[in-house]
């Protein structure tokens, strides 16, 4: 983990004194609304429907059990006892009042955090695989590099006022848990002839109105280009870019616009500049930060305890082959803690559930807690051994919900019960669904399959990479659901393909029953997803089954 | 009258020299290559505080070498005089009202631009 050393330690304060200064200057009139907003965003403090909105930075997706108690004591303190983890691997506070907001960042640094980029048009939070460090398919720990590009972009001078928003995201494993398809920047971790890492770069990829799965701009960057490298893109674009129409202006258009080849061109060019001006600072501070992430001492014990609590107990036993994910050490496992128990707002987590989490990350877990951009909750360090006593824990918390990966596990944005942006209401709809198949007892039958629903188009919950992607509008002021089948956000990712005529409220969960039932009716086996399903026989039966229409047609046509 | 502020705070402008080189942000800094030399002013004018390609522009100067005088102008905001510093600007000019609605010890305290700076221990 990440320890800040004295000079982040002093950026952060400084960088706070200066935001509470901010705030006195726009009530005193030095600053007018237009002049401040640039500036609250950039230290992460939106207007939103209601109130203002907090959006606090968890940098790569890592905490430690004291960053996640300061979590829950700023819920308490200043919100309402509970915080929204989103998809960006960030804690949003809905509720704080613009007054308190320079003590929140004060309290988060304190804790060694901050809400710094995580707005505006600025390079944002890096986010990065939720099992890094941990993952048994891992080339190596991404995170250092994700520290290293925060320090580099964070109040980077020429990249504080960029065209639009500019999102990183970065993998070191094979299986690509990141989405780094769908960020402005992507990068994947690879090995050269020579066993040499570095980074395949993908540019351009994004979700949004325009979705695009981004394109490989340099097959591979060895790792101490990194930085430079960065520098040349994001400044390439930062004059290339659109900024008459912010619908054309991430980089995506950009490279749409003028190619790839072209966008190649102008980087290259840059990088033999920016590369000159790198003169090893940075790899030393990479070094640096590479000894804060040194993994834990694992201990070879026995897992007796957890081979009996198996056999004894079909709930643990449930809950052991949804929730856990493979570990690279022996007798360990990586538990990811389901934040969406069924009825309940996918990402939200009280502050007492926090102190549980953070607690038992101490017991049992070296310290170390991930936010996944699933919206869920990661222990990555558990050994075999402490898994019923964990499990057990959590449940008394309310925190066992044994739904990873399966119908309930749902990616969803605020939607219209928070956001100012949002068309359609997006929380109710992951609940009802979640609830249905429940009650329907089908969750488990299902299998793996994600659903993923946005409120608008801005695509926040991902919907255009969902297995089964719901896409909330406004229709002459009802809310229709549109969906789209077919999505990927992993290494094969693909955008989904709409359907036909979207759904109103009343009638998305059934349209979804009825895509489900038809999957269960087509697949081969038990054992064949339905993403599987939908990629062997295309979208024909599932709309069939999704605007109802006779089969027999169909099969006449 | 503008404003010129530097480090020292306010000041009138005081170049006489002759001609300065404009520079809307929307300049293309490759047009600029061989254009600099014997330039002992280039003035690259913000539309808006928002335009954010004025940075960008100035650190392409620098990296052709550029040494003479290079002034950001337009309606920056004093929260931006550190990253036209650091972007390699010498100076900000300001329209006399935003003076007068932000005055000295508002950009003078982003004077110390020098210090809690990434980008320096990184290019170290």
Known sequence: MYHYNDFDEAFVRERVSQFREQVARRLDGSLSEDEFRPLRLMNGL?????????????PYGTLNSAQLRQLAYIAERWDKGYGHFTTRQNIQFNWPQLADVPDILLALADAGMHAIQTSGNTIRNVTA?????????????????AELIRQWSTDHPEFQFLPRKFKIAITGAPNDRAVTKAHDIGLRMVRDANGAHGFEVIVGGGLGRTPMIGKVLRAFLPTADLLPYLEAVVSVWNLAGRRDNKYKSRIKITVHELGIEEISRQVEARFLETRAEFKGGDQAILAEIGSHFAPPAFAPRSTAAYEAARSANPAFRSFADTNLAAHRAQGYAIVTISTKAHGATPGDMTAAQMRVVAD????YGHDEIRISHEQNVILPHVHKADLPALYLALREAGLATANVGLISDIIACPGMDYCALATARSI???QEIATRFDELGLEQDIGALKIKISGCINACGHHHVGHIGILGLDRAGVENYQITLGGDATETAVIGEKTGPGFAADEVVDAIERLVRAYL??????????????RRLGAAPFLDALYQREVQIHAAE | MTVIVTDRGFADDDWVEGAALDLPTSTDPETLRGQLAGVTMVRVQFPSFADGRGFTLARQIRRMGYVGRLRATGPLIADQYAMARRAGFDEVEIPPDLAVRQPEPQWLARANWQAHDYQSRLRA
């Open chain 1, 46 to 58: 939106y207007l939103q429907l209601h109130a203002y909105m907090l959006r606090v930075a968890i």
């Open chain 1, 129 to 145: 695989d939720h099992f890094a460090g941990a993952a048994a398919d891992e080339i190596e720990d991404p995170r250092p590099y």
């Open chain 1, 360 to 363: 038992l990350a101490l017991a």
């Open chain 1, 428 to 430: 109710p709809i992951a």
């Open chain 1, 521 to 534: 009716a087509l697949r081969l086996t038990d054992d064949e997803a339905f993403v599987a399903t939908y």
